[in-house]
């Protein structure tokens, strides 16, 4: 009996024991198949997000952000009308890619080398893959070292070896002549002190209107379609002094976009009317000939974009650009002067004489000549 009863809840107790065990059992066994159908589901969610973040919206950006980003000044410097993706050397972003400039201007010999600051997503370091649309003009190596070989312009591109329709140019312009204007010089040879910036040049080409020695481009006085000039080296001089008094001061202002030619600005314009219209197109981007990017006279500093009105960079060259022979181009509140939307990165040399007074006055290019900017 005793050991009966001993053995009675004993074996009782074993077999609720077991059922227990046998519902502990069971449980952790739907748990483990659910842990594993989630995980499950949750990688295939996962490579949807993936597939769509990669492809999807990056498709969108191409089309609507770059069109949007670069409309204000016109300036994708557009390399051929080459299909997608669309690169944008303003330094808008729809490639992933992000570069420090992306134009480069060299004498034979020079180097330089874009630096990378953003990769598309997934992309690294290694799978950068650099090359050069005309090896005659400039050289890169797979680092991105780029070397001017000779005179001429030419487009490196970087594109990604993960996903090769990510890419975007740099646009390189190689100068004749042997004229110490490297991009990387920084000896004491440098006009970073000019006390005065001269007029530029006058070309005597029939078709370009001058006002007190001044090439004037707006929307009333054209240039003709020869007219081919490149940056011209007075510009660039003066806006690497410039950029180096601006350095001084901790502040990065670089060339996002120089010379364009008739064939380049035709080529943007016609595709902002494609997409706006002739009327809308008008306010913020200049028919070819009209642009006053032919006369290799302008520079647009950094990334076209409003936000640049916001940075310590445009403040500084709004104060001081005069000084080395800029003017703001187009000024905020005389768009109906000017005929252009507010471009605070737009800069064009006229000499420290025009421009100065320009700047004390307050008054834009048109104002000072007393000539009008419209379509006729
Ligand atoms: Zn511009």
Redesign the pocket.
Same mark, same amino acid.
């Given at each position: 009996m005793d050991n009966n009863n001993y053995q009675r809840p004993r074996k009782r107790v074993s077999k609720e024991t077991a059922r227990k065990r046998q519902l502990i059992a069971l449980g952790v066994i739907a748990l483990l198949v659910l842990i594993f159908i989630l995980l499950i589901a949750k990688a295939c969610s996962k490579d949807d997000t993936k597939k769509g973040g990669n492809t999807k919206p990056t498709e969108n950006k191409n089309s609507v952000t770059t069109m949007a980003s670069t409309t204000q +000044?016109g !300036?994708m410097t557009t390399t051929s009308t080459t299909t997608a993706p669309v690169t944008n050397p303003d330094g808008s972003n729809d490639s992933g890619f992000k570069l420090d400039k992306y134009s480069i201007y060299l004498d034979i010999g020079g180097t330089d080398m874009p630096y990378v600051q953003e990769y598309p997503e997934g992309s690294s370091e290694a799978d950068e893959r650099w090359s050069s649309s005309d090896e005659k003009v400039a050289t890169v190596d797979e680092w991105g070292h780029i070397t001017a070989v000779g005179a001429g312009e030419c487009y490196i591109t970087l594109r990604s070896a993960a996903d090769p329709t990510k890419e975007i140019q740099v646009k390189v312009v190689v100068a004749d002549g042997n004229v110490q204007q490297t991009s990387n010089n920084t000896n004491g040879t440098q006009p970073a002190n000019l006390a005065e910036a001269p007029p530029p040049p006058v070309y005597d080409m029939d078709g370009l209107t001058y006002k007190d020695g001044i090439l004037i481009a707006n929307k009333t006085y054209s240039m003709p379609a020869d007219f081919n000039p490149g940056l011209e080296p007075i510009c660039s001089e003066h806006f690497q002094a410039l950029s180096s008094a601006a350095a001084e001061e901790g502040l990065n202002l670089w060339i996002g !976009?120089g010379y364009r030619s008739y064939q380049d600005q035709e080529i943007i314009y016609n595709n902002y009317v494609a997409m706006d219209g002739v009327e809308m197109a008008d306010t913020y981007s200049a028919r070819p000939g009209y642009s006053?990017?032919q006369t290799g006279l302008?520079i +647009?500093c950094n990334t076209i974009d409003d936000a640049f009105g916001n940075t310590p960079e445009s403040a500084w060259l709004a104060e001081h650009a005069h000084e080395y022979g800029f003017v703001i181009r187009y000024p905020k509140g005389k768009e109906d002067i000017t005929g252009y939307q507010y471009?605070p990165w737009?800069i064009r040399y006229v000499g420290s004489k025009v421009a100065t007074e320009c700047y004390e006055r307050g008054i834009c290019l048109e104002e000072y000549f007393g000539i009008d900017s419209y379509y006729h």
């Open positions: +000044d !300036s !976009s006053e990017h302008v +647009d471009e737009h």
